[in-house]
């Protein structure tokens, strides 16, 4: 069965401790692996794409990776402003599957 | 980027009512409109899929006649809850997608809260 496993399900960190963010995925016929940030009360926001193993994509202190079984996002020197839920998602055949998040509070 | 406008972004009304929830792509065609469900801390449950022109794909243990999704045109997909009853009460999402592998654009979600 295709499933979509974030972890760890909260995560707080101190400003400025950098930190990776898990999302490992078990999909037959991957099409992409998305990456977004969800504030609460709001609709998520699109970050990243990756479609192939070996893949890495960079915005500002967010940096996403791919391999064959699960992505990273790394994110450096965090800000109080990068708390957020971050969600990944796994396109297979035209539909989403989506993790259930990582809610990740970074500390002045 | 991408925008997606969703409207309304909050709605309380009295159970039996119907409420219609607009989602419209501003600045792309959406070739594919997509409608979730999401409860306090968790994901996203997607709800149903539809295309331009076509009748929606509703996923395993929706109710096609009690979530009503029309997607008229290229820009614009409403949702219509009908005869709400309190446990329709929740976080309704839309997102839109252009053709191919493009990625799924949000609105910013509609509070629906039924007395």
């Known amino acids: 069965e295709d499933q979509v496993t974030q972890s760890p399900e909260a995560l707080r960190l101190q400003e400025g401790e950098s930190s990776s963010l898990n999302c490992s995925y078990t999909v037959s016929g991957l099409r992409g692996l998305f990456w977004y940030r969800q504030d609460p009360g709001k609709g998520p926001e699109f970050l990243f794409t990756?479609?192939?193993a070996g893949e890495e994509k960079e915005k500002e202190r967010l940096k996403a990776t791919l391999t064959k079984k699960e992505s990273f996002l790394h994110i450096t020197a965090p800000k109080p402003e990068d708390s957020a839920t971050y969600l990944c998602?796994?396109?297979?055949?035209?539909?989403?599957?989506f993790g259930a998040g990582t809610r990740l509070t970074v500390k002045p | 980027g991408a925008v997606v406008s969703q409207h309304p972004s909050r709605v309380i009304c009295k159970s039996g009512t119907s409420v219609k929830i607009e989602c419209r792509s501003l600045d792309f065609q959406a070739t594919t409109m997509f409608w979730y469900r999401q409860f306090p801390k968790q994901s996203l449950m997607l709800m149903a899929t539809?295309?331009?022109?076509?009748?929606?794909?509703?996923e395993q243990g929706v109710e096609k006649d009690k979530f009503l999704i029309n997607h008229a045109s290229l820009t614009l997909s409403t949702l219509t809850v009908t005869s709400a009853h309190p446990e329709d009460s929740s976080f309704y999402i839309c997102?839109?997608?252009?053709?191919?592998?493009?990625?799924?654009?949000f609105g910013d979600g509609t509070r629906l809260s039924i007395l």
């Open positions: 539809s295309n331009e022109g076509s009748k929606a794909t509703y």
């Open positions: 998602a796994v396109n297979r055949n035209n539909d989403m599957r």
């Open positions: 997102s839109a997608s252009g053709r191919g592998n493009q990625p799924q654009h």
């Open positions: 990756l479609y192939s």
